[in-house]
């Protein structure tokens, strides 16, 4: 049998396992945490303070039964021995191995945001700093609130804007909207770098009175008052700064040393995912270099042309996005692309904003791939190179 090492066990990783026929494949997943975490759901820990108790389940629970698992952090793959090594010095050998270890925050980047995030935490990285944001924004009494992505390369895209929003309906709930001021950043000369979604998504940041500062790429953040300064030369005086904090690829040392770039994602081809370069290598989802939204579906997309093509089909990766958008008044969108497709127009809607919520339930059975008949017919039907054109996309 071909053993697969899957190395780790988030969105991409777990739905691929379960995806690799047993009869077929021996695998094993390597994942650094025993508990996967349902990562969009940090956004409401953080903006309205829910519970973050179905946020997490046991791994082990989430994969079939003759996936073998191992809680492990691997800290070393040698693509040219076919091997990896764990930080407990454990040694695995593969005929093919994927990685799909995700990204990580890494606030040390940005001079001055470790010590804002100490105090105030963000959303992008655990349960714990979720919390903490939330106990931030509880005791906000009024001031100015930024929010923003502090580099380019982000994990969800729609993230930000749904940030602010989720601020904005927040501070209105608790009657505290009209002693603050929000502004929102972004390094891109938009508030959502697509064009065709920037045209919904600004007018609604404008009608809630919020701010847009664009083309602010943050440089570095007084520890003291929260001032944000940007390359560009600009200073922001604020109260709460909100930002995101940079990414980078996990920590892992590879042989060759080449296959990563700068930021530590996978140089990953964009259609065959395979690792540039290297033979029985692949790399999916957040870890990758892939010129496309760093989304679970599309680490969930790629999950499947990897399968295919392991299982000897012929299977190319589109490029597809189809990132949700919560645009906190009950109404949610879609950011709809792919390679070959710019993003398409998506009108907000109370329903995707349902189809966003219902996300968060059927997560887990989806990891299985129980519902991979549903997801290919509504995937087919909001292909966006069908809607494009200037269709508004209906799904
Ligand atoms: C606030 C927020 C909202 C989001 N909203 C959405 C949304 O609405 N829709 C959407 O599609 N996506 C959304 N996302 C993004 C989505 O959660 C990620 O893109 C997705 O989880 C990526 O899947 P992945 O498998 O590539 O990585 P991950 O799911 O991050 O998994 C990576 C795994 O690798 C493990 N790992 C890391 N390093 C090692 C190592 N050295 N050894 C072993 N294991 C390791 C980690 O422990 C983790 O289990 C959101 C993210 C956030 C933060």
Not at 61 to 66: C, D, I, M, V
Not at 174 to 199: C, H, I
Request: proline share 6%; charged share 20%.
């Amino acid at each position: 049998m071909e053993r697969v090492l899957i190395v780790g066990a988030g969105a991409g990783g777990t739905m691929l396992a379960n995806a690799l026929d047993p009869r077929r494949f021996e695998v094993t997943v390597i994942g650094a945490s025993a508990d996967h975490l349902f990562q969009p759901g940090l956004l409401y820990v953080a903006f309205r303070g829910a519970s973050a108790r179905r946020l997490a389940r046991p791994e082990r629970q989430l994969l079939r039964r003759s996936v073998r698992f191992v809680q492990e952090a691997v800290t070393r793959i040698d693509l040219n021995r076919h091997s990896l090594t764990t930080a407990a010095q454990q040694q695995f050998d593969y005929d093919t191995v994927v990685i799909a270890t995700g990204v990580v925050t890494d606030r040390a980047q940005i001079p001055g945001l470790a010590a804002w995030g100490e105090r105030i935490g963000d959303y992008h990285s655990t349960v714990a700093e979720a919390q903490k944001l939330w106990r931030a924004l509880a005791a906000f009494r009024g001031g100015t609130i930024a929010l923003g992505q502090s580099t380019p390369l982000i994990k969800c895209p729609p993230s930000p804007i749904e940030g602010i929003l989720l601020t904005d309906a927040l501070l209105r709930r608790r009657g505290r909207r009209a002693q603050s001021k929000l502004v929102f950043l972004t390094p891109y000369p938009r508030a959502y770098p697509a064009e065709a979604m920037n045209a919904i998504l600004e007018p609604v940041l404008r009608a809630r009175g919020i701010e847009i500062r664009t083309v602010f790429d943050v440089d570095q953040v007084d520890a003291a008052s929260g001032a944000i300064r940007s390359l560009e030369g600009d200073t922001l005086a604020c109260d709460l700064p909100i930002l995101i904090p940079p990414f980078a690829g996990a920590a892992i040392t590879y042989e060759p040393a080449g296959v990563v770039d700068n930021d530590r994602l996978l140089k990953t081809d964009k259609t065959t995912l395979r690792v540039q370069g290297v033979e029985h290598a692949f790399a999916l989802g957040d870890a990758t270099n892939l010129p496309t939204s760093k989304a679970g579906v599309g680490a969930h997309l790629e999950a499947k042309v990897i399968a295919r093509q392991l299982n000897g089909e012929a299977a190319a990766f589109s490029g597809r996005t189809h990132c949700p958008v919560d645009l906190a008044d009950g109404r949610g969108t879609f950011v709809i692309g792919s390679y070959a497709a710019a993003v398409v127009p998506c009108r907000p809607t109370r329903m995707r904003h349902w189809m966003k919520m219902a996300m968060a339930r059927i997560y887990w059975i989806s990891l299985r791939g129980w519902l991979e008949p549903m997801f290919d017919w509504y995937f087919a039907r909001t292909a966006p190179e069908k809607l494009a054109g200037g269709a508004t996309a209906r799904p």
